[in-house]
């Protein structure tokens, strides 16, 4: 009691001194009793100000504040029996600090803290310097922290940022974070993911999507369907995280690459939403909107999602994008803690961009093939959307162009905070995931070749063919007419071949993570925990189904024809289904984890966590028989080489142990403005049904040291990271094309080593004008990789950053920011030989943002301002320099494109 009246005294007179229009108004309050590092940011929240609080706040809880008070009457109650008092205050923002303790049996008075000292009355004519940044994150984190206490490389986002970025998909929020590499240029799904020299040749497996810090589905080792694939973003996500390295091995699903957390978007205590309409130059009709408000005192909600139908940002001749999401979730507050249960439904269907024909002067320089605009066209359009592929003798699949990467999915889970004592808090996340995640697209292959070239290397095939010469003799000529019309072409035109391809995915999973952390005498966090995983996947793959295409926009099939009788091709296909996985399978994964952080002095924090993991993996494939001429007709070699499905399975299955482990060090040189930190951690990548497929049953490990800087002072925000990497027991294929129009694979295996710098930064030398600035520089070769040894890491720049200058002003009523971002990212290699260069590019993106005082805004974005060209993917499915010269396939940037959002907030 002496010390809570101690603490209003101190309290009264400097809140006293705040406008009383600021903080003398009554606002309603719903804050549960819980930890302060959770409870304070709250009530910051709910009063719209900012509060900075001192490091070493575990332990302590706050009280609750439930009803209408002033702002300085809230804290007050939330702050009773702390031993927080303020410190300072600027504006809307409150600084708090501890006060001193004095230990007990003690003769001379104990050291006092400095943060909690008591602070010198404010001279007049003095300027409060900026408050520090009250940031708090929580991935990677025992419990909600300061961004500039935690001591991890860690980039966040919120819906407004989110906004005035404009990204075509979930992976491009990944552009945010330096030392990642994301290659968006598949559309408005399917991106390849690369982290700090992590080595692979696509999708994204060192990458975990999250959702309010459980994983969407554990294992990122999902072929056609990485984790960014299953998540749309609306504006029921409140802000993104994106955390590489640091404790991501111990914590979630073990993830040694990088994390990106979603947080959603909660209930609130006053009823409230938002609607906003989104417009593109390409077609798009979007509408996002939520509401959210209480059910009762102790039961808030919050309800929301988005529609959208697009004819895509390359012109695909029908609807590319359409479907959408609805989520809520439900928080209930009780004594001791709360709970928050969620779902998300998401029905969507988005066409799937790969490469397109291009022209290479030999010097690493491309341009387009007459016709065809790189920035905007596609091989996708009418003639190619709906038609049926062979897979076995008189059976024919559809498939639909227009279902693209679709997705039609359910995630529902529920988080749970409990504090039953007062050094004891148990938290618990399960996720629930089951759906359809399926692609069907058309994937390039050989470079392409004039049609006479093409029809004389068909005659030669024929000829080759004991069958068909003792059938109908050999050929001399053929004739190629448009499939779909019958209308002849000219032999000078560029044709190309892209195999239909269609994979059929099915998925489901549970996880659950249960962490129970206590303070210990002597400044110890301690937390155990354990983790737990069941999921399971359904694969039907078809690859091959190639199409014979006229190389330009929206592609028409060819049909050909030789003299003596033989069909090169039916109905443009000139294969039928060469490949084929179909197969199951399921796992179970079971870890226990311990981490504790030690205050170990009043400035230095300690912290080591420790993971043990068992993995039991088990699944069937059908088998497969090559080179099978499924109508038995020597003279419709279109067919001739199918693979046909069997009766038969191959079981597979693995047990596999992973020890993980991280150790950290954090100093607050100077508390409140320059933390030092340094981190090394050991992890890896269980076997996945992928490798097992393949004949592998390595376990890929990484061993990451990192160090780095967060600064908050004056006008500047500043986060540098270096890090060190060493990877071992690699293992991934590559699907590439054969000769004779199938598709093969090869296994790739060996180690690499990355060391790299990242910088984040934001300085704003006054309130109008600011910088952001970040970027990487990467150095990775592959170690024991055979010849390719000390060969460049495929896909990854080697120095990559951007520029982005914001000015931020009042217009009337309106808050007016201006933003323009430069971008520049450095040369790679589309290959391991390093024999298909993709060279560096520049690109400028501008936005218009304004913010009405009567909540409505708008923001206009265009991406890519100027067209600037540039590759993100080389031919992948060839071997070789297929990028020299002459006429090519690659995957470039999309061209310049605006969008316009107009919303309301309420």
Do not use: C
Not at 88 to 105: D, I, T, W
Not at 311 to 326: K, V
Not at 439 to 468: K, M, Q
């Amino acid at each position: 009691m002496i010390a809570s009246r101690a603490m209003v005294a101190v309290l009264a007179p400097m809140l006293a001194a705040v406008p009383q229009t600021a903080f003398a108004q009554q606002m309603q309050f719903h804050v549960p009793k819980q930890a302060a590092v959770t409870g304070i940011p709250e009530f910051a929240r709910q009063a719209r100000i900012q509060i900075v609080s001192p490091a070493g706040l575990a332990g302590l809880k706050t009280q609750s504040v439930n009803g209408r008070f002033t702002i300085e009457e809230g804290l007050r109650i939330l702050l009773r029996g702390t031993d927080l008092y303020v410190v300072a205050r600027s504006g809307n923002v409150v600084s708090l600090a501890m006060k001193p303790r004095v230990a007990k049996r003690q003769t001379q008075p104990a050291p006092v803290r400095r943060a909690a000292a008591t602070p010198r009355p404010p001279k007049p004519a003095a300027i409060t310097p900026p408050a520090p940044s009250p940031e708090i994150i929580v991935t990677g984190t025992i419990s909600p922290e300061r961004r500039l206490d935690a001591g991890l490389a860690i980039t966040t986002a919120s819906l407004e940022r989110i906004h005035e970025l404009a990204p075509n998909n979930s992976a491009d929020l990944l552009k945010l974070a330096p030392g990642i590499w994301a290659e968006t240029t598949g559309g408005a799904t399917g991106a390849n993911v690369f982290v700090r020299g992590f080595p692979t040749t696509g999708d994204a497996p060192f990458l975990t999507a999250q959702l309010d810090g459980a994983p969407i589905f554990p294992p990122t080792e999902l072929a056609f369907s990485e984790n960014t694939t299953l998540f749309r973003v609306d504006d029921m996500v409140e802000k993104v995280e994106i955390l590489r390295g640091g404790t991501s091995p111990i914590f979630s699903n073990g993830q040694p690459g990088a994390v990106i957390n979603f947080i959603q978007r909660t209930g609130t205590p006053q009823l409230g939403g938002g609607l906003r309409l989104t417009s593109t130059d390409f077609g798009t009709r979007r509408v996002d909107g939520y509401l959210t408000g209480p059910l009762s005192e102790d039961t808030l909600f919050a309800i929301g999602g988005f529609y959208r139908k697009s004819n895509g940002i390359r012109d695909t001749q029908f609807p590319a994008d359409r479907g959408g999401q609805i989520g809520a979730n439900l928080t209930h507050d009780f004594a001791e803690g709360s709970v928050t249960a969620y779902a998300r439904y998401t029905r969507d269907r988005n066409a799937f961009y790969t490469g397109v024909p291009l022209i290479s002067n030999g010097a690493g320089r491309f341009t387009a093939l007459p016709g065809f605009d790189p920035l905007r066209d596609t091989l996708i359009g009418r003639d190619t959307r709906r038609l049926s592929i062979e897979t076995g003798p008189d059976d024919f699949r559809p498939a639909d162009l227009g279902e693209g990467r679709g997705l039609d999915l359910l995630v529902a889970g529920a988080s749970v905070q409990w504090l039953p004592a007062a050094r004891i808090e148990v938290t618990n996340r399960f996720n629930f995931t089951n759906g359809e995640a399926n692609t069907i697209s058309l994937f390039t292959g050989p470079v392409p070749v004039l049609l006479d070239h093409y029809i004389a290397d068909a005659i030669a095939r024929a000829n080759a063919d004991p069958r068909v010469i003792g059938t109908a003799g050999p050929a001399s000529t053929g004739e190629a007419v448009l499939a779909a019309s019958g209308l002849p072409l000219s032999s000078d035109r560029y044709v190309l071949v892209a195999g239909l391809w269609s994979v059929k995915k099915t998925i489901r999973s549970f996880t659950d993570e249960l962490r129970v952390s206590t303070t210990l005498d002597g400044g110890h966090r301690l937390t155990g925990g354990l983790y737990l995983a069941d999921y399971r996947s359904g694969d039907i793959r078809h690859f091959g189904n190639n199409l014979l295409l006229l190389a330009e926009p929206n592609a028409r099939r060819i049909d050909v024809r030789l003299d003596n009788g033989v069909d090169v091709s039916r109905d443009g296909f000139v294969s039928a289904t060469t490949s084929q996985v179909v197969g199951s399978s399921g796992a179970t994964n079971i870890a226990i984890f311990l981490h504790d952080k030690w205050e170990a002095a009043e400035r230095t924090s300690l912290d080591a966590g420790i993971r043990l993991e068992r993995q039991s993996l088990r699944g069937m494939v059908r088998n497969v028989l090559t080179n099978v001429d499924f109508d038995e007709n020597p003279l419709t070699i279109y067919d001739n080489n199918g693979a046909l499905l069997l009766d038969t399975t191959s079981p597979l299955s693995d047990h596999a142990s992973r020890l993980s482990w991280s150790v950290g060090l954090i100093h607050r040189i100077i508390p409140d403005r320059l933390t030092l930190h340094a981190r090394l951690n050991h992890g890896s990548n269980m076997p996945s049904f992928e490798k097992l497929r393949i004949g592998g049953r390595r376990t890929q490990s990484a061993d990451v040291f990192e160090a780095g800087a967060e600064l908050a002072a004056g006008p500047a925000r500043v986060s540098v990271n270096a890090f060190v990497n060493r990877f071992e027991g690699l293992q991934f294929s590559r699907l590439l094309a054969q000769p004779d129009g199938g598709v093969g694979s090869i296994v790739l295996l060996g180690g690499a080593r990355a060391k790299g710098i990242e910088l984040d930064a934001v300085i704003s030398p006054s309130q109008r004008w600011s910088l952001e600035i970040r970027g990487a520089f990467l150095d990775a070769h592959y170690r024991g990789f055979g010849e390719n040894s000390g060969n460049r890491v495929v896909r990854q720049p080697k120095v990559q950053f951007s520029i982005s200058p914001v000015y931020v002003t009042r217009l009337g009523p309106a808050t007016v920011k201006l933003r323009a971002t430069y971008s520049y990212v450095g040369g790679r290699y589309s290959d391991v030989e390093n024999l298909q260069r993709l060279p560096s590019y520049e690109t400028v993106d501008a936005g218009l943002h304004v913010e009405l005082d009567n909540r409505l805004y708008f923001d206009l974005v265009a991406q890519n301002l100027f067209d600037a060209f540039g590759l993100t993917e080389g031919n992948t499915r060839l071997r070789g320099d297929a990028l020299s010269s002459g006429p090519i396939v690659a995957r470039p940037l999309f061209g310049r494109n605006i969008s316009a959002s107009f919303g309301y907030r309420f």
